[in-house]
């Protein structure tokens, strides 16, 4: 089993920044990528960004240019920076984690909210 513990989450001003957290514990030695969804009220479950082990990232095309996604392989934990936020960008966040040649996320965060005013 892998518990994944997000941080980081607020209320921001639109144009402001924040920074995310995700420490994943427990059965480590599984985990190849790792990355973030997020969820606004009404609205499905979309990708934001994802991380392998190795470093090659992915983005949803909605964050492309404005977040970044990075990993500390050594500590188990994933950052993303959040820069130029819209209230477009308002939503639960939650950190995934995927095995070796996933198909989807094997472990979720219980998720953190991101509040972006006007």
């Known amino acids: 089993q892998v518990q994944l513990e997000e941080s980081g989450g607020g209320l921001v001003q639109a144009g402001g920044s924040l920074r995310l957290s995700c420490a994943a514990s427990g059965s480590i030695f599984s985990i190849n990528t790792m990355g973030w969804y997020r969820q606004a009220p009404g609205k499905q479950r979309d990708l934001v960004a994802t991380i392998t082990a190795g470093g090659t990232t992915n983005y949803g095309d909605s964050v492309k240019g404005r977040f970044i996604i990075s990993r500390d392989n050594a500590k188990e934990t994933v950052y993303l920076q959040m820069d130029s936020l819209k209230p477009e960008d308002t939503a639960v966040y939650y950190c995934?984690?995927?095995?070796?040649?996933?198909?989807?996320?094997?472990?979720w965060g219980q998720g953190t909210q991101v509040t972006v005013s006007s």
């Open positions: 995934v984690a995927m095995k070796l040649g996933f198909i989807q996320p094997d472990y």
